[in-house]
């Protein structure tokens, strides 16, 4: 294992989450204590469904405006495993992650037996003493799918962020919102900052919030945000009034909810953390992720979107419509088999006109076969499927070749579609049937 490189640490850790049979954060605080794993500065940790990793990518870039040495833990990559932590708003190398591997190794044979890590919990902690140990400023750990049974749970945040809550993940996380924010509720502390930027959240959420006496803050009540014209927003919180915003770099329907939840959690820890105006406009201008409604330049226009459940799906479908006429649509879509795909189809059915369906590399993924069935009965008369691909890149080589200059191409349904798409770089449109990776 000393000589082992990054692909080696991860393949141990798949094998280990093959054996991870029991739920529950005793055993990921058992190493989590074994490595004294712990943070000397502010904590920023973000739960919900959709719009947690634009939320962090907001915090991360205004406190590097304001000269803070930030850390960022996110999941899932798009392409390479170094995705998921961010330094100073670099990508970590491979080799800074090795030590910290060896030492979860370590640390789960502390006891015996040893204890039992999944995948995501081996390289959480992997990732969080990395962190830990980088004389940060302050950290942004993203939770993974729930929160209050997620390895990043074991670290106690000073400010807890949910933004939305919506159907995903049902069964491990529970069928309705109410059991969902449930679980997401999890990552608040007593007296400390929770920031709930769901505009109707569960009552769950704020009846855990107040019996374990957290300090609720709520989009519409305690802080809130405004459209100014069509160039410029406001965010109103209690202490801070940020007026004449520029829209924020990241497009998309929801990035002005998702703004306002960072600058409300940047506002409740302003004594420790304090940002200025200037802060606050540079870090929105800077503040991008790959494939949160990215659209490349070129032609045919490109975009790539992660997302994978019908409430994302939902509002790319309102971020295509208010792009404006495109004379046709054709959806580069693969999906993970556990979704719920014919609901994901029916949400963006009308805006698509030619579908290119894909199977993707994981067991976890349904057929494009399969995803063909449940879509034929959803085609309208224009519409209909290209074909069905081994994997992302051939489907979207077909889009490609076969759309005109003045079309679009939507790439979207998982991280690995979108993924499978950048894996040689991100593609540059060049004209008609014309494309080039960026390195």
Avoid at 74 to 81: A, D, I, K, M, W
Avoid at 143 to 160: E, K, Q, S, T, Y
Avoid at 310 to 323: G, I, T, W, Y
Wanted: glycine residues 8%; contains cysteine; hydrophobic residues 45%.
């Amino acid at each position: 294992m000393q000589d082992w490189g990054l692909q080696d640490w991860l393949a141990h850790a798949e094998r280990l989450h093959a054996q991870a049979i029991h739920l529950g954060l005793d055993r990921v605080e058992k190493v989590r204590a074994s490595l004294q794993l712990r943070f000397d500065c502010p904590v920023f940790t973000v739960a919900g469904t959709n719009g947690k990793g634009s939320t962090c990518a907001f915090i991360e870039h205004i406190l590097l405006a304001a000269g803070y040495r930030v850390g960022v833990y996110g999941s899932p990559h798009l392409v390479r495993f170094e995705e998921r932590c961010r330094i100073q708003g670099t990508m970590v190398e491979a080799a800074a992650l090795l030590e910290h591997f060896r030492a979860v190794e370590v640390a789960r044979h502390s006891t015996q037996p040893a204890v039992e890590l999944t995948y995501f919990e081996f390289t959480t902690l992997a990732i969080m003493r990395l962190l830990s140990q980088s004389k940060l400023d302050a950290v942004v750990l993203e939770v993974g799918m729930g929160g209050r049974l997620d390895a990043v749970n074991v670290i106690d945040a000073d400010c807890a962020i949910i933004t939305s809550i919506a159907l995903d993940h049902t069964q491990f996380l529970g069928a309705d919102r109410e059991a969902i924010g449930h679980e997401k509720a999890g990552i608040m502390r007593a007296g400390r900052p929770a920031i709930v930027a769901d505009p109707a959240p569960p009552e769950s959420v704020l009846r855990h919030a107040r019996k374990l006496g957290a300090k609720l803050w709520r989009i519409g009540a305690e802080f809130n945000f405004s459209a100014s014209g069509q160039q410029q927003w406001n965010y109103l919180g209690p202490h801070h009034k940020r007026r004449g915003l520029a829209y924020p770099m990241m497009r998309g329907a929801n990035q002005l909810l998702n703004a306002s939840a960072a600058l409300a959690a940047l506002e409740a820890l302003r004594d420790r953390l304090p940002t200025s105006a200037q802060d606050v406009r540079q870090g929105l201008a800077r503040a991008e992720l790959p494939g949160r409604f990215q659209v490349l330049p070129g032609q045919p226009v490109v975009v790539l979107d992660v997302a994978h459940n019908p409430h994302a799906v939902a509002v790319l479908a309102e971020n295509l419509d208010a792009m404006g006429f495109a004379p046709c649509t054709h959806a580069v879509f693969g999906a993970m088999a556990d979704k719920d795909v014919a609901q994901m189809l029916a949400r963006i059915g009308p805006l698509v006109d030619r579908w290119y369906l894909c199977d993707l590399p994981t067991p976890r993924a349904a057929r494009a076969s399969d995803i063909e069935a449940a879509l034929q009965p959803l085609l309208s008369k224009t519409s209909r499927v290209q074909g069905v691909y081994a994997d992302p890149q051939n489907a979207f080589a077909a889009a490609a070749a076969a759309a005109e200059p003045a079309d679009r191409i939507v790439v979207f349904g998982s991280f690995y579609t979108v993924g499978g798409v950048m894996a040689e770089g991100v593609p540059r449109m060049r004209g008609l049937h014309s494309t080039h990776p960026i390195p």
